[in-house]
């Protein structure tokens, strides 16, 4: 399991997201929830209509179709689930693929029914999805101690790429944008990279002292540059501008980073979301860093995503600590 499960007690609550105003130092935050005191994995927005949001949680899946407002609790494999990642097809919204706990399920009907697709998508828990953006039938999936799976079939079938050596947990898989045989993917030992749709995988850690990676984030507008989130007592950001040849460190925290997300309208603007110091900010590249935390009561951030139609909308998923009455803050 991913580390930050590892010292969560039963009394853990969260409450998802939030719906701000603005992105600036001073944004209030709104917290839209609770769900039954499930802290937040992971999201995604629907391409198309960007009010209708999944939301996977400790304790299943949930779904919006108004942005925020209210939330229908979406029954993928039976029992609430942890699900651990989310990934929509970008040529067919209503085709949706979730990580819960040790296995991969698809919904063809926007999650009124759900079908898992192989056991061999899964060795450990489904820690990372990422579909090939020219080939939706092409999707990665990243696991814990089992290195990273493949279909080309939507599912039917699987392959194992794994990286090999000692990569350890794979908690974030980037795939290029303009280039989808080029991969990344982010592992408890460092980054690896393929040039050849994961036939063969390299280190690419030059430059980084901390190489537990959770989270990893490419500029759309120019592929060589990724984002790394790290882990431990010196975690931070750590960039890249050769697509993985060197890196620098842009911002030494000392919090663990689980998300980084990327502005799609202005690539100089980042999110990072930490375990326990709550959301920053950079709208210089990385240059400097800004708390942006009015509201947000939740400091511990597992999950990002922007509203691809209003970069001012931003979702975070939090997990606090504390009694049931616990409010968490989520979109800025």
């Known amino acids: ?43 995604a927005i629907d391409p198309t209509n960007s009010q209708t949001i999944y939301a996977g949680t400790a304790g299943g899946l949930f779904k919006t179709t108004n942005g925020g407002a209210s939330w229908t609790e979406v029954n993928v494999s039976g029992s609430a689930g942890n699900v651990f990642s989310l990934a929509i097809d970008p040529t067919n919204s209503q085709t949706i693929y979730a990580g819960v706990g040790c296995k991969l399920f698809k919904t063809t009907n926007s999650g009124v029914s759900w079908a898992a697709v192989g056991a061999s998508a899964c060795s450990g828990n489904g820690n990372s999805l990422a579909i090939d ?40 898989i980037a795939i290029n944008p303009t280039n989808s045989q080029t991969i990344y993917a982010g592992t408890s030992s460092g ?7 994961g036939t063969s995988w390299t280190a690419v850690n030059s430059g980084m002292t901390n190489t537990f990676i959770l989270s990893l984030a490419i500029d759309s507008t120019n592929s060589q540059i990724i984002y790394a989130g790290t882990n431990g007592a010196n975690g931070g950001v750590y960039k890249t501008t050769n ?8 911002w030494n925290s000392g919090a663990q980073v689980y998300a980084v997300a990327i502005d799609p309208t202005s690539s100089q603007t980042i999110y990072a979301g930490t ?20 509201g947000l009561t939740g400091t511990q951030i597992n999950a990002l995503a922007i509203d691809p139609t209003n970069s001012q ?6 997990f606090h600590g504390g009694d049931n009455t ?3 803050g989520c979109s800025s």
């Open 1 to 43: 399991m991913r580390l930050r499960f590892i010292a969560l007690s039963v009394f853990i609550i969260a409450m998802i997201c939030c719906l701000a105003i603005t992105v600036s130092a001073d944004a209030t935050w709104q917290a839209v929830g609770p769900f039954g005191g499930a802290y937040v994995n992971s999201f």
């Open 133 to 172: 953006p020219t080939n939706s039938q092409t999707l990665y999936v990243g696991t814990s101690g089992g290195g990273v799976n493949k279909t080309t079939n939507g599912g039917a079938s699987w392959t194992s790429v794994n990286i090999g050596g000692s990569a350890g947990d794979v908690n974030s």
């Open 191 to 197: 980054v690896y990279k393929t040039t050849n749709g």
């Open 243 to 250: 697509g993985g040849a060197s890196w620098t460190a842009v």
């Open 275 to 294: 375990y326990g110091s709550g959301l920053y900010k950079t709208t210089n590249g990385g240059s400097s860093w800004t708390a942006v935390n009015n």
């Open 313 to 318: 909308t931003i979702y975070a998923g939090t």
């Open 326 to 328: 616990t409010t968490t």
